[in-house]
Nanobody, 115 residues
Framework: QVQLVESGGGLVQPGGSLRLSCAAS????????MGWYRQAPEKQRELVAG???????NYADSVKGRFTISRDNPKNTVYLQMNSLKPEDTAVYYC?????????WGQGTQVTVSS
């Protein structure tokens, strides 16, 4: 069984920064995708950013140029550096990991951008 432990959420003022991290542990034989999704109240969950094992990344248009996703393969950890945060970035952020026999979600971490 694989566990995902997220950290780094919180309250930040508009224009501020936060860094989320998600560490996967357990029976992991190969991870080919790690990503971050978010869900705001009364909205559907959406992909924020994803990264493959080879380092290819993709971002939602709304976060391009502000967010950066990265991963530490030996540590099975993915990060999301969020800069220039806006109130509309407020949501619960979920880590998602897919691999060989693996499709897991984190518990979610709240990010609130407000003055």
């Amino acid at each position: 069984q694989v566990q995902l432990v997220e950290s780094g959420g919180g309250l930040v003022q508009p224009g501020g920064s936060l860094r989320l991290s998600c560490a996967a542990s357990g029976r992991i034989s190969g991870i080919f995708f790690m990503g971050w999704y978010r869900q705001a109240p009364e909205k559907q969950r959406e992909l924020v950013a994803g990264i493959t094992g080879g380092g290819m990344t993709n971002y939602a248009d709304s976060v391009k140029g502000r967010f950066t996703i990265s991963r530490d393969n030996p540590k099975n950890t993915v990060y999301l550096q969020m800069n220039s945060l806006k109130p509309e970035d407020t949501a619960v952020y979920y880590c998602h990991v897919r691999g060989i026999g693996l499709d897991s979600w984190g518990q979610g971490t709240q990010v609130t951008v407000s003055s």
